[in-house]
């Protein structure tokens, strides 16, 4: 059974950094693409960004030249370091294996962690 945990969420400034981890038990991690999503109070899920098996990333509209989406393969790891965060930005977020074009979703989702952005 595929675990996903995240972690490294907390209350930050406007302008300020945090960098996300989520570590995938299993077999999942290493032959998929892993992405990040965020859900906002009262909003729909959404994708923030995306990298495949290979290192190949994508990134939403919203977060691009400010987000940078990394992995490492051997911890089972993928980790989303949020520069100049803006309120906008606060959420919960996950993380998932997924199909990078497709975007299917090949596992259930975990807990997330917090993030929120406030002065």
């Known amino acids: 059974q595929v675990q996903l945990v995240e972690f490294g969420g907390g209350l930050v400034q406007p302008g300020g950094s945090l960098r996300l981890s989520c570590v995938a038990s299993?077999?999942?991690?290493?032959?998929?693409?892993m992405a990040w999503y965020r859900q906002a109070p009262g909003k729909e899920r959404e994708f923030v960004a995306v990298i495949g098996s290979g290192g190949r990333t994508n990134y939403a509209d919203s977060v691009k030249g400010r987000f940078t989406i990394s992995r490492d393969n051997a911890k089972n790891t993928v980790y989303l370091q949020m520069n100049s965060l803006k309120p906008e930005d606060t959420a919960v977020y996950y993380c998932?294996?997924?199909?990078?074009?497709?975007?299917?979703?090949?596992?259930?989702w975990g807990q997330g962690t917090q993030v929120t952005v406030s002065p």
């Open positions: 998932n294996a997924r199909d990078f074009y497709s975007g299917r979703i090949y596992a259930s």
């Open positions: 299993g077999s999942i991690f290493n032959s998929n693409a």
